[in-house]
Structure formats: C-alpha cells, structure tokens
C-alpha cells in the first residue's frame, strides 16, 4: 500500500476589492488567459504563445506561489468570475528586484482594474511581506503600462533585459513610508 509521509499545503489568499476579485489562477481561466497569451497584447510579458505555452505558464503562476510564498493572482469580476487580467507579486532568477506585475485582458482594459489590483499588490507587499520597496518592469513601447506606473507614483530607475521579453524600463514605486 502506497502511503504518504505528509502533504505539501498551498495557501494562496482569496482578495474582494468591491467588484473585482482576486484569487488563485485556476483551470478555468485557461480559455480565457491562452486567449490573451495567443495575442499581440502578451508581447510585453513573452508572447505571443500557443495554447500548451499558455497552459504552463498559468501552471507557473501557481508554482511561484509554491516556490515564493507570494505570486500573482487571477483577478475576476466578482459577480461573474469572469477573468480580468493577472496582477501580483513576482521574482523570477533573472529579474532586478521583485516585481508589482499586471496583464489586463482585452476586454478590461481601461476599466481601472489593473491600477487597483496593483495598488492593492503594493499593499501586500509592504504590509504582509515587509518590503521596503519594489518595482514593475515596462517594454519600452508599452506607453499604457508606463503611465500605470506613473499614476501609482512610480519614478524611472534604469533599465535591464531579461532573455523571454528583451529590454524593460524599471519603475520604482513609492517606498512603502511614502504610500
């Protein structure tokens, strides 16, 4: 008889801001995140990808929660579950600093998810994690996510490049005394 010696827990926390909410990516987002994968608008985070490269890469979303003990989450329409877009916290080996991130997909953009779901991440960051600052990464051409930063009161702070996406500009966001 095959018995286990113990259980690995995941604890990924489950967030409402008003009308959005933030979760742990499920299967039941792929359709909707391979969809945004597949298309022009993942050229800032590594795409486009096929269907199976979509998959992994919400698999990893998880793993990194796993691995980390902080991640990015599905963020959803509260009353439909329908999927919005992928914000959170993120340090993968080859990145500056960890990392406030946001993907909005193509129907919820320019709805203020992103900024809150951000500005919510930041909060985790210094409030639950204790960090004292950190970053978001900008392709040089993706002017909305720049000016994302910028409303969250993110100022320049260099520049490095990463193999999967190429060069990025780092924000640096409010300390966490300043917000």
Known sequence: MIEPIGHTTL???TFRLDDLTLR???MSDLDAYAEF???DRAKGVGGPNTRVQA???LEALIGHWHLHGFGRWMVTETHSDTPLGVVGLMA???WPEPEIAWSVFAGAEGKSVAYRAAIFARRYAYEVLGWST????????NHRSQALAQRMGATRDGECHVDDVGRLL???HLSAEAV
């Open 134 to 141: 950190v970053i978001s990464c900008t392709t040089p051409d």
């Open 24 to 26: 742990a990516p499920a």
């Open 170 to 172: 780092i924000w640096r």
């Open 37 to 39: 994968r597949a298309s």
């Open 11 to 13: 604890q990924i926390p």
């Open 92 to 94: 993968p080996c080859d």
């Open 55 to 57: 998959e992994q890469k």
